[in-house]
């Protein structure tokens, strides 16, 4: 049974949830993973619930759109808590993920990625 924090570690801007909103149109039931695995790590996957196994370690971040949000438990570790925004962008998803085909992707933004240019 994945793991589930007490306190919602992500949430998702309008236009992430515009576009949860329409791919529940074709998938009503849904969920989220953010591995870190090889492919783009800041791209959360987006899932048929039923059609991907959670893992007993992956961690529930909590919900968005409805929709639970999982994590691995190494990635959670490493970032120490996280506060993860989902966001939606053009372009193409995942391979493998319910946003591909859509123009439009999930992308997570968090502070602990965040990067500073100075001019």
Known sequence: MPKMKEKSH???TQ????????????????????SG???????????PAGEFMIGDSDVLLGHIGGAPFYISSAQFEAWQSP????????????????????ERRFLLVSDICAVSIDK
Do not use: E, K, T
Not at 37 to 47: A, F
Not at 83 to 94: C, E, F, Q, S, T
């Open 10 to 12: 992500v949430q998702a």
């Open 15 to 34: 236009a992430a949830l515009d576009l949860i909103a329409d791919i529940r149109r074709d998938h009503p039931d849904i969920l989220f993973h953010q």
């Open 37 to 47: 695995g090889c492919c783009d790590g800041s791209s959360p996957m987006c899932y």
């Open 83 to 102: 506060h993860l925004v989902v966001d939606a962008i053009p372009g193409r998803g995942g391979m493998f993920s319910l946003d591909n085909g859509r």
